[in-house]
């Protein structure tokens, strides 16, 4: 069974950090690419970032960049998204997701999703 288990969420003061981290079993970990969605209520799913396992490319959004760095630790099938900086608007719902094959794009279908971990940033 394929899953996909986010933490790391939670409330932080505007600035500040968090790390969220994703984990992945019953796939091949270095065969996929791990994205990070966001949702906000009322509003579109918003791709965040992505980091391919087999290919070793990044993508990140432009509202993140500068801001939120992505990295893989293959030894933990986890995949981590640092969030420096946070603004009220980063609040959200963050999901990881999978999909199998090179790349990093975030308009890609993805495979395989976890259940979210809120992240809500206060001003």
């Known amino acids: 069974e394929v899953q996909l288990v986010e933490s790391g969420g939670g409330l932080v003061q505007a600035g500040g950090s968090l790390r969220l981290s994703c984990e992945a079993s019953?796939?091949?970990?270095?065969?996929?690419?791990i994205g990070w969605f966001r949702q906000a209520p009322g509003k579109e799913r918003e791709g965040v970032s992505c980091?391919?396992?087999?290919?070793?490319?990044?993508y990140y959004a432009d509202s993140v960049k500068g801001r939120f760095t992505i990295a893989s630790d293959n030894a933990k099938n986890t995949v981590y998204l640092q969030m420096n900086s946070l603004k009220p608007e980063d609040t959200a719902v963050y999901y990881c997701a999978a999909r199998y094959g090179p790349g990093s794009s975030v308009e890609y279908e993805y495979d395989y999703w976890g259940q979210g971990t809120q992240v809500t940033v206060s001003s």
């Open positions: 019953g796939i091949t970990f270095d065969d996929y690419a």
């Open positions: 980091f391919s396992n087999s290919d070793g490319s990044t």
